[in-house]
Protein backbone atom coordinates (compact mmCIF):
# COMPACT_ATOMS: atom_id res chain seq x y z
CA UNK A 1 0.00 0.00 0.00
CA UNK A 2 1.32 3.53 -0.81
CA UNK A 3 3.66 5.62 2.02
CA UNK A 4 1.37 8.57 2.11
CA UNK A 5 -3.09 7.79 2.32
CA UNK A 6 -4.79 11.36 1.96
CA UNK A 7 -8.44 11.97 3.89
CA UNK A 8 -10.98 12.42 2.50
CA UNK A 9 -10.83 11.61 -0.72
CA UNK A 10 -12.86 14.16 -1.79
CA UNK A 11 -14.16 17.45 -0.22
CA UNK A 12 -16.33 20.21 -1.42
CA UNK A 13 -17.12 23.27 0.11
CA UNK A 14 -18.20 27.03 -0.41
CA UNK A 15 -16.08 29.72 -1.54
CA UNK A 16 -14.56 31.46 1.85
CA UNK A 17 -14.88 28.35 4.00
CA UNK A 18 -11.73 26.55 5.44
CA UNK A 19 -10.50 23.35 3.49
CA UNK A 20 -8.64 20.89 6.00
CA UNK A 21 -6.98 17.61 4.28
CA UNK A 22 -5.05 15.28 5.74
CA UNK A 23 -2.49 13.07 5.34
CA UNK A 24 -1.02 9.52 7.22
CA UNK A 25 2.56 7.68 6.10
CA UNK A 26 3.77 4.62 7.26
CA UNK A 27 7.06 5.23 8.01
CA UNK A 28 9.94 7.75 8.97
CA UNK A 29 10.16 10.35 6.73
CA UNK A 30 12.92 13.35 5.90
CA UNK A 31 10.15 15.93 5.26
CA UNK A 32 6.50 15.89 3.79
CA UNK A 33 5.32 17.88 0.71
CA UNK A 34 2.24 19.27 -0.31
CA UNK A 35 1.61 19.46 -3.85
CA UNK A 36 -1.56 20.88 -6.20
CA UNK A 37 -2.62 19.55 -9.32
CA UNK A 38 -5.57 21.02 -11.96
CA UNK A 39 -7.45 18.56 -13.55
CA UNK A 40 -5.13 17.20 -16.94
CA UNK A 41 -1.91 19.41 -15.50
CA UNK A 42 1.27 18.65 -13.69
CA UNK A 43 1.80 18.58 -10.39
CA UNK A 44 2.70 22.12 -8.58
CA UNK A 45 4.80 22.02 -5.48
CA UNK A 46 3.17 23.53 -2.58
CA UNK A 47 4.92 23.78 0.57
CA UNK A 48 7.67 21.19 1.81
CA UNK A 49 7.68 20.93 6.18
CA UNK A 50 11.14 19.15 7.24
CA UNK A 51 10.67 16.03 9.65
CA UNK A 52 11.70 18.76 13.01
CA UNK A 53 9.32 21.00 12.10
CA UNK A 54 5.76 20.87 13.64
CA UNK A 55 4.07 23.63 11.43
CA UNK A 56 4.80 25.95 8.96
CA UNK A 57 2.68 28.82 6.82
CA UNK A 58 2.85 30.22 3.39
CA UNK A 59 0.06 32.37 2.26
CA UNK A 60 -3.37 30.95 2.77
CA UNK A 61 -1.70 27.55 3.30
CA UNK A 62 -0.93 26.02 7.12
CA UNK A 63 0.36 23.11 7.14
CA UNK A 64 1.06 20.75 10.40
CA UNK A 65 3.55 17.63 11.16
CA UNK A 66 2.99 15.20 13.66
CA UNK A 67 5.49 12.64 13.29
CA UNK A 68 4.43 11.06 16.67
CA UNK A 69 1.49 9.98 14.82
CA UNK A 70 2.85 9.86 11.33
CA UNK A 71 0.12 12.20 9.84
CA UNK A 72 -0.24 16.13 8.58
CA UNK A 73 -2.69 18.18 7.94
CA UNK A 74 -3.07 21.15 5.08
CA UNK A 75 -5.33 24.01 5.66
CA UNK A 76 -6.67 26.18 3.25
CA UNK A 77 -8.00 29.18 4.91
CA UNK A 78 -10.73 31.95 3.16
CA UNK A 79 -10.91 28.94 0.29
CA UNK A 80 -11.42 30.44 -3.61
CA UNK A 81 -13.14 28.61 -6.63
CA UNK A 82 -9.59 28.84 -8.42
CA UNK A 83 -8.36 26.49 -5.25
CA UNK A 84 -10.53 23.26 -7.04
CA UNK A 85 -7.90 20.75 -7.41
CA UNK A 86 -6.22 17.75 -6.28
CA UNK A 87 -3.62 18.11 -3.26
CA UNK A 88 -1.16 15.27 -2.89
CA UNK A 89 0.96 14.67 -0.01
CA UNK A 90 4.43 13.01 -0.71
CA UNK A 91 7.04 12.10 1.68
CA UNK A 92 10.65 11.73 1.16
CA UNK A 93 12.28 8.71 2.85
CA UNK A 94 15.66 8.75 1.47
CA UNK A 95 18.06 11.36 -0.23
CA UNK A 96 17.67 13.30 -3.41
CA UNK A 97 14.21 12.71 -3.88
CA UNK A 98 14.54 8.94 -5.30
CA UNK A 99 12.60 8.06 -2.21
CA UNK A 100 9.86 10.81 -2.77
CA UNK A 101 6.37 8.68 -2.64
CA UNK A 102 3.13 9.97 -3.57
CA UNK A 103 -0.58 9.16 -1.82
CA UNK A 104 -3.62 8.97 -4.17
CA UNK A 105 -4.62 12.71 -3.31
CA UNK A 106 -7.55 14.40 -2.41
CA UNK A 107 -10.23 16.24 -4.97
CA UNK A 108 -11.30 19.61 -3.75
CA UNK A 109 -14.20 21.23 -5.18
CA UNK A 110 -15.33 24.66 -4.24
CA UNK A 111 -18.09 26.14 -4.77
CA UNK A 112 -18.59 29.89 -5.50
CA UNK B 1 11.06 29.58 -13.06
CA UNK B 2 11.83 26.14 -13.64
CA UNK B 3 10.56 24.91 -16.98
CA UNK B 4 10.13 21.29 -17.70
CA UNK B 5 8.27 20.55 -20.85
CA UNK B 6 6.93 17.52 -22.15
CA UNK B 7 6.46 17.51 -25.96
CA UNK B 8 3.42 15.75 -26.20
CA UNK B 9 0.45 16.15 -24.03
CA UNK B 10 -1.94 14.01 -26.34
CA UNK B 11 -1.33 10.62 -27.61
CA UNK B 12 -3.11 7.27 -28.98
CA UNK B 13 -0.89 4.42 -30.12
CA UNK B 14 -2.12 1.07 -31.05
CA UNK B 15 -0.99 -2.04 -29.19
CA UNK B 16 2.82 -2.92 -29.68
CA UNK B 17 3.27 0.27 -31.42
CA UNK B 18 7.07 2.11 -29.65
CA UNK B 19 6.45 4.87 -27.93
CA UNK B 20 8.96 7.71 -26.81
CA UNK B 21 7.89 10.33 -24.41
CA UNK B 22 10.64 13.64 -24.19
CA UNK B 23 10.86 15.41 -21.37
CA UNK B 24 13.28 18.85 -21.28
CA UNK B 25 14.05 20.99 -18.66
CA UNK B 26 16.02 24.46 -18.53
CA UNK B 27 17.53 24.68 -15.31
CA UNK B 28 20.26 22.28 -15.19
CA UNK B 29 19.07 20.14 -12.74
CA UNK B 30 20.88 16.60 -12.34
CA UNK B 31 17.84 14.71 -11.33
CA UNK B 32 14.95 13.72 -13.29
CA UNK B 33 12.15 11.27 -13.48
CA UNK B 34 9.37 9.76 -14.93
CA UNK B 35 6.35 8.81 -13.25
CA UNK B 36 2.81 7.38 -14.19
CA UNK B 37 -0.48 8.66 -12.72
CA UNK B 38 -3.25 6.41 -12.05
CA UNK B 39 -6.87 7.33 -10.84
CA UNK B 40 -6.50 5.86 -7.34
CA UNK B 41 -3.34 5.09 -7.27
CA UNK B 42 -1.11 8.30 -6.77
CA UNK B 43 2.16 8.69 -8.42
CA UNK B 44 4.10 5.97 -9.30
CA UNK B 45 8.08 5.96 -9.58
CA UNK B 46 9.13 4.46 -12.90
CA UNK B 47 12.59 5.46 -13.84
CA UNK B 48 15.25 7.83 -12.43
CA UNK B 49 18.27 9.39 -13.86
CA UNK B 50 21.01 11.25 -11.31
CA UNK B 51 23.15 12.12 -14.30
CA UNK B 52 23.80 12.00 -18.06
CA UNK B 53 23.95 8.24 -19.21
CA UNK B 54 22.79 6.91 -15.27
CA UNK B 55 19.29 5.56 -14.79
CA UNK B 56 17.93 3.44 -12.10
CA UNK B 57 14.58 1.36 -11.70
CA UNK B 58 11.81 2.83 -9.52
CA UNK B 59 9.16 1.22 -8.65
CA UNK B 60 7.35 0.26 -11.45
CA UNK B 61 9.65 -0.31 -14.35
CA UNK B 62 8.73 -3.22 -16.17
CA UNK B 63 7.48 -2.82 -19.86
CA UNK B 64 9.61 1.17 -19.67
CA UNK B 65 13.16 2.44 -21.04
CA UNK B 66 14.68 5.43 -20.61
CA UNK B 67 17.90 7.59 -22.30
CA UNK B 68 19.21 10.36 -21.14
CA UNK B 69 22.25 11.33 -23.68
CA UNK B 70 21.80 15.07 -22.35
CA UNK B 71 21.67 16.96 -18.84
CA UNK B 72 18.60 18.84 -19.90
CA UNK B 73 16.65 15.79 -21.65
CA UNK B 74 15.05 12.47 -20.24
CA UNK B 75 13.12 10.22 -22.65
CA UNK B 76 10.76 7.47 -21.37
CA UNK B 77 10.52 4.91 -24.26
CA UNK B 78 7.44 2.20 -24.36
CA UNK B 79 9.48 -0.75 -26.19
CA UNK B 80 6.06 -2.50 -27.26
CA UNK B 81 2.77 -0.44 -26.02
CA UNK B 82 0.36 -2.10 -24.57
CA UNK B 83 -3.31 -1.20 -23.30
CA UNK B 84 -2.03 -1.21 -19.19
CA UNK B 85 0.44 1.45 -20.23
CA UNK B 86 -2.65 3.88 -20.97
CA UNK B 87 -2.32 6.24 -18.79
CA UNK B 88 -0.83 10.09 -17.71
CA UNK B 89 3.04 10.46 -17.67
CA UNK B 90 4.75 12.81 -15.47
CA UNK B 91 8.27 14.03 -16.66
CA UNK B 92 9.90 15.99 -13.42
CA UNK B 93 13.05 17.05 -12.12
CA UNK B 94 14.61 17.82 -8.58
CA UNK B 95 14.99 21.36 -7.58
CA UNK B 96 16.44 21.11 -3.94
CA UNK B 97 15.11 18.52 -1.40
CA UNK B 98 11.90 17.50 -1.66
CA UNK B 99 11.13 19.84 -4.11
CA UNK B 100 9.68 18.37 -7.41
CA UNK B 101 9.14 20.42 -10.40
CA UNK B 102 6.52 18.44 -13.02
CA UNK B 103 5.84 18.91 -16.87
CA UNK B 104 2.11 18.87 -17.74
CA UNK B 105 2.39 15.62 -18.22
CA UNK B 106 1.30 13.49 -21.02
CA UNK B 107 -1.42 11.32 -21.64
CA UNK B 108 -1.45 8.17 -23.63
CA UNK B 109 -3.94 5.54 -24.74
CA UNK B 110 -2.97 2.42 -25.95
CA UNK B 111 -5.73 1.19 -28.30
Known amino acids: SQQGEEDPQALSIQEGENATMNCSYK?????LQWYRQNSGRGLVHLIL?????REKHSGRLRVTLDTSKKSSSLLITASRAADTASYFCATDVGTGGFKTIFGAGTRLFVKA | DVKVTQSSRYLVKRTGEKVFLECVQD?????MFWYRQDPGLGLRLIYF???????EKGDIPEGYSVSREKKERFSLILESASTNQTSMYLCATLGGPGELFFGEGSRLTVL
Open chain 2, 49 to 55: SYDVKMK
Open chain 2, 27 to 31: MDHEN
Open chain 1, 27 to 31: TSINN
Open chain 1, 49 to 53: IRSNE
